[in-house]
């Protein structure tokens, strides 16, 4: 089974930069995953951040487009997200997430990691 863990949460100032880590462990050779990173904040609901897919195409949210980069090493089943020029309203609880893509020895499954926590606050 796939285990996600997060890291590399905290406080920030406005305007200041934050990397995300998420490392994956389970990750069958045969399977394709896309990995997302989601965010959540009090009272509201999950929201979609970025994507970088199996075909290694990235997909961002508008609201962090142009601020916010999501990486995948080839070498490594891993996905980071650089933040910079942080707002108070990117404060959330960020989530890792993988989908295994259906194949012919795959199904299709997705994973949560138990998120790291990002506040942004003068």
């Known amino acids: 089974e796939v285990q996600l863990v997060e890291s590399g949460g905290g406080l920030v100032q406005p305007g200041g930069s934050l990397t995300l880590s998420c490392v994956a462990s389970g990750f069958r050779g045969v399977c394709s995953y896309d990995m997302t990173w989601y965010r959540q904040s009090p009272g509201k609901e999950r929201e979609f951040i970025a994507e970088f897919n199996a075909d290694r195409e990235t997909i961002y949210a508008n609201s962090v487009k142009g601020r916010f980069t999501i990486s995948r090493p080839n070498v490594a089943d891993a996905t980071f997200l650089l933040m910079k020029n942080l707002r108070i309203e990117d404060t959330a609880m960020y989530y890792c997430?993988?989908?295994?893509?259906?194949?012919?020895?795959?199904?299709?499954?997705?994973?949560w990691g138990q998120g790291t926590q990002v506040t942004v606050s003068s």
């Open positions: 997430r993988v989908e295994q893509n259906p194949g012919v020895f795959c199904s299709r499954e997705h994973y």
